[in-house]
């Protein structure tokens, strides 16, 4: 199962971006998708998680100001990041576990990321 994120960038603080992030391969199920992120010098964080019961959670940092969005039917998920701050600075990355078709084991899977640069 293959992972690839796209739309990071570089934002002035306070702007807006939007990365997508789609799963592809032999699935059966998607559990949940979410993405962290890892700052240079700092560990791989959790951002947002979103279940496929559209249960979400989010970092303290970022609530409020990012929203993740799921569509099920394109085992793709979409993390709305307003009012970004330079802190938010980061390599993102997306994960998604689940069910591979057709025998059902487990799987876990990473994109390679996608940069995200808040600057003046």
């Known amino acids: 199962v293959q992972v690839v994120e796209s739309g990071g960038g570089l934002v002035q603080p306070g702007g807006s971006l939007r990365l997508s992030c789609a799963a592809s391969g032999s699935i059966f199920s998607i559990n949940a998708m979410g993405w962290y992120r890892q700052a240079p010098g700092k560990e791989r964080e959790l951002v947002a998680i979103i279940t496929n019961g559209c249960g979400t959670n989010y970092a303290d940092s970022v609530k409020g100001r990012f929203t993740i969005s799921r569509d099920n039917a394109k085992n793709t998920v979409y993390l709305q990041m307003n009012d970004l701050k330079a802190e938010d600075t980061a390599v993102y990355y997306c994960?998604?576990?689940?069910?591979?078709?057709?025998?059902?084991?487990?799987?876990?899977?990473w994109g390679q990321g996608t940069q995200v640069t808040v600057s003046s």
């Open positions: 994960y998604a576990e689940g069910r591979k078709a057709p025998v059902g084991s487990g799987f876990v899977s």
